[in-house]
């Protein structure tokens, strides 16, 4: 089992920053990617960033919609990732949920990982509010 918690979430002005974190924890010796989604109110949950490694190897991988602004980051000796924020726009307000994946990892360009089907292990979600 992993379990994953956010935090970092809150209330701030359009155009500030904002970092959120991501702490895993169990067997974490099996995760081999992490990825954010996020949910509005009366909307779907939508894939924001996701990062993926290996012994050699890291990925990123970013929704349209926040590349450029936004990035993904590890520390592996933390068993943390990260959502740095940037330039947050009112559209960007909603539930941040981070998620785990485990098991084989996939080689097809990031394209798994950008669905919530990618995941097996999801935090509870931290707020972030952006005023305009």
């Known amino acids: 089992q992993v379990q994953v918690v956010e935090s970092g979430g809150g209330l701030v002005q359009a155009g500030d920053s904002l970092r959120l974190s991501c702490a895993a924890s169990?067997?974490?010796?099996?995760?081999?990617?992490m990825g954010w989604f996020r949910q509005a109110p009366g909307k779907e949950r939508e894939f924001v960033a996701a990062?993926?490694?290996?012994?050699?190897?890291?990925?990123?991988y970013y929704a349209d919609a926040v590349q450029g602004r936004f990035t993904i980051s590890r520390n592996n000796a933390e068993n943390t990732v990260y959502l740095q924020m940037n330039s947050l726009k009112p559209e960007d307000a909603a539930v941040y949920y981070c998620?785990?994946?485990?098991?084989?990892?996939?080689?097809?360009?990031?394209?798994?990982?950008?669905?919530?089907?990618?995941?097996?292990?999801w935090g509870q979600g931290t707020q972030v509010t952006v005023s305009s």
């Open positions: 998620a785990a994946s485990t098991g084989p990892r996939r080689y097809d360009g990031g394209r798994y990982y950008r669905y919530e089907a990618g995941y097996h292990y």
């Open positions: 169990g067997r974490t010796f099996s995760t081999y990617a």
């Open positions: 990062i993926v490694w290996s012994a050699i190897t890291i990925s990123t």
